[in-house]
């Protein structure tokens, strides 16, 4: 008995190895574990066997079953996972947007053209600075002439963070404090642009993000004038978009500066004709700027009866946007491979 009793178990186990599929494998268990099974069988001949022998042929018939059981358990885990495998296969969507070429990746748009900017400002003879992008009341307004409650602080969309009292800890709305920073650290003269990451509370829009960036510039020396800052801009507008676009300065307000100024660049699109871009006058608007405020020149910790100075502003993205023709600044948020490997 016993050797049949082997012979059955073994035979059983190649049969279920040998299923192919989950619903020949149940066919299989049910042929070797069901009421009509062989090792059904052996439990009815239990009965006939000496007292003395039916306790350790029990034993062994519940070891074969058990053998089966455990091939049958093993079998089914391997054909699922088979199973699994091949639904997946072929459920699988291709959501690949574009097989790169081989090759290594490029910096952002945006931080090449302020690379680019950086570059042109050194080669005037500035130096870059840099700030906390985690800024208090007093460096992001106070110091710039915006005392608590001053109208003019409505100009910006302020994200104050839970820090310290209630709206004197956040997130800067400009670089300007980076000026009143250098200004506080270092004595004229002072030649400095600061460009970085800025934020305000704004519905990102085709000309406007939420997070965007800005490079500003400082100039403290003594005998600073409107001419220079104009001089300045120009060479600028010559240096970075090149022989033939020009600029000019509109009278405007900003709490910082006094006077103050918009400046504009000739239209790179249709070069001063006039088009839709530029609202047919052939002129973009490009940034701010202005003769330091008194006022901003004390907070710094400087004499404004000896020194004098301008400083001036603009966007980064918004010059990218300019320059290379992007119809909406969120595309540079969006990581589209297809848009960011054309820069």
């Not at 009815?44 to 079953?65: F, H, I």
């Amino acid at each position: 008995m016993f050797d049949e009793l082997e012979q059955v178990t073994s035979t059983g186990v190649e049969r279920v190895r040998a299923a192919a599929t989950l619903e020949e494998l149940r066919s299989v268990e049910q042929e070797l574990l069901g009421k009509k099974s062989p090792l059904a069988a052996f439990n009815q001949r239990l009965g006939a066997l000496p007292t003395e022998e039916r306790k350790e042929a029990g034993r062994r018939v519940n070891e074969a079953r058990t053998v089966v059981q455990n091939a049958i358990a093993e079998r089914r885990r391997s054909l699922a996972a088979d199973e699994r495998r091949q639904r997946l296969q072929a459920e699988r969507l291709d959501l690949t947007e574009v097989i790169p070429a081989p090759g290594r990746g490029h910096l952002h748009l945006t931080t090449q053209t302020r690379d680019e900017l950086e570059d042109v400002f050194i080669g005037m003879g500035y130096q870059v600075a840099e700030g906390p992008e985690a800024e208090d009341d007093w460096h992001n307004f106070e110091a710039l002439n915006m005392p608590p409650a001053h109208p003019a602080r409505s100009m910006w969309d302020t994200f104050y963070l839970d820090l310290g009292e209630p709206e004197t800890v956040l997130l800067r709305t400009h670089t300007s404090p980076v000026q009143v920073r250098v200004m506080q650290s270092q004595a004229p003269p002072i030649y400095i642009v600061a460009p970085g990451r800025v934020y305000r509370y704004e519905t990102p829009d085709p000309r406007h993000l939420a997070v965007f960036h800005q490079i500003e510039g400082l100039v403290v020396d003594k005998g600073i004038s409107f001419a220079d800052l104009a001089g300045t801009i120009e060479t600028f507008t010559n240096a970075y978009f090149g022989p033939g676009t020009h600029s000019r300065l509109r009278p405007s307000y900003f709490p910082f500066t006094e006077p103050s100024a918009e400046f504009e660049v000739t239209c790179i699109f249709c070069h001063g004709d006039g088009c839709r871009v530029c609202s047919q006058t052939g002129w973009i608007e490009l940034g701010g700027c202005g003769m330091v405020h008194p006022n901003v020149l004390k907070a710094g910790g400087i004499d404004p009866e000896e020194w004098t100075g301008f400083a001036f502003g603009f966007g980064i993205d918004r010059l990218a946007q300019i320059r290379h023709q992007v119809d909406d600044e969120r595309d540079f948020l969006v990581n589209d491979i297809r848009f960011l490997s054309q820069f």
